[in-house]
């Protein structure tokens, strides 16, 4: 019987021509599969199905793993306001982390040899895929045709022209990828430090001109309403706010930073719903958490968003991370307005019961009721000491 590879099959050319060579020349039966984290549509999913069997695909599947993407993931990074470099919302490399759980669980499913994927040698996603397949799986052979052959584009067509599959591999001006939390978007531009993405670069265009309030609901971190109505599927709450606030062409940026093989890299991305729910979000903590909940949040969440970029999502730590990011939200529950117009937003105000704003010690600037005006002047005495004391020594050592 020959054996089987699992395939993380995307129906482009590096994943066409692994389906094609897996099958023809190393023999294997060929189960393809992608895992949908919230970037495809029934009708591409469809379109990619069709290609797989075209390839001679014994079985093709659409691993649908959203909703898992947002409750292991998406969530955890909302309450840690994960932004890396203070800029970009982690999009695609936490959701590779889950498109390679899903595939080497289907494999292990189907009792799969092998599995293998596409990607090149030069980028983040091979140690993503690899890194994830050996730990939940060591005893399944990762095979990797495009790395490990150093193929061309030009090599790869003339190979699946030679074996009858014809496709339109023209080249995109512009790769995109889609997901849930962010589209990142890579060409010619990005791979060079001065350059920016043109307009028409971006897949959501500017559609409104008119600005308009944007209101969110937050229990417990988490998102419960928008613009007033209840969203128990956090993830429709998501894809709500996307579709408002994308209209306005939010949420553009371009990503720098030192990637897992050690070279610096640079994606434009587009991410108005991450952008504009995590602004929302801190905000919000800014009024309900106390002043060391936000510091250690903010060393927290910038330390899981880069484990969570850097492959190690199955670092046990990890665990440990989420139950402190999950016990800072249980006052995180209030409504943030927010303004939106094209190509920006602005954060207007915050109304909650937890509002920290509103304790009966004092209004900032204008009214003490909590100490007098001695107690003051005794607080601010004291609390110059230590200052005092280095500032006396210096002098009598002449500095």
Request: aromatic share 10%; proline share 3%; with cysteine.
């Amino acid at each position: 019987m020959k054996k089987k590879v699992v395939l993380a099959f995307s129906g482009g050319l590096d994943t066409s021509f692994c389906a094609k060579y897996l099958s023809a020349d190393m023999g294997y039966d060929v189960y393809t599969a992608i895992a949908n984290t919230g970037g495809f549509t029934p009708e591409e999913l469809k379109i990619i199905e069709e290609k797989a069997r075209k390839l001679g695909a014994i079985k093709h599947v659409s691993l649908d793993v959203t909703h898992e993407y947002y409750e292991k993931s998406i969530k955890y990074m909302i309450f840690g306001n994960v932004l890396r470099n203070g800029t970009y919302p982690v999009s695609v490399s936490s959701e590779r982390i889950f498109q390679a759980i899903a595939i080497i669980d289907y494999a292990k499913e189907i009792g799969a040899d092998a599995v293998a994927h596409g990607s090149t040698g030069a980028g983040n996603d091979q140690v993503r895929f690899d890194l994830t397949f050996d730990v939940l799986a060591p005893e399944i052979e990762i095979i990797t045709p495009t790395r490990d052959m150093l193929l061309t584009r030009e090599y790869e067509i003339g190979y699946l022209k030679e074996h009858g599959y014809e496709a339109d591999f023209t080249k995109m001006i512009y790769s995109i990828n889609k997901g849930l939390w962010g589209t990142s978007i890579g060409g010619k531009e990005t791979l060079k430090p001065e350059q920016a993405l043109p307009e028409e670069a971006y897949p959501s265009q500017l559609k409104k001109h008119d600005s308009e309030i944007l209101t969110i609901d937050f229990e417990q971190g988490e998102i419960a309403a928008v613009n007033g109505e209840k969203y128990a599927d956090k993830v429709d709450a998501v894809r709500k706010i996307e579709e408002i606030a994308s209209a306005y062409a939010i949420g553009r940026d371009m990503h720098i930073g030192d990637t897992i093989v050690g070279i610096k890299g640079r994606v434009g991305f587009e991410a108005a719903a991450p952008l504009v729910i995590i602004n929302a979000h801190r905000m919000l903590e800014k009024h309900t958490l106390s002043k060391w909940q936000q510091y250690w949040k903010d060393q927290i969440g910038n330390w899981y968003g880069m484990f969570l970029h850097e492959a190690q999502y199955l670092e046990p730590v990890m665990r440990d991370m989420e139950a402190f990011l999950s016990s800072s939200q249980q006052n995180v529950t209030g409504r943030v307005s927010v303004k939106l117009q094209p190509y920006h937003f602005a954060l207007i105000g915050v109304e909650s019961d937890f509002d920290l704003m509103k304790a009966d010690f004092g209004e900032y600037g204008e009214v003490n009721k909590a100490w007098t005006p001695d107690d003051a002047k005794g607080f601010t005495k004291i609390y110059a000491v230590p200052t005092k004391i280095f500032h006396s020594v210096q002098k009598k050592n002449g500095k």
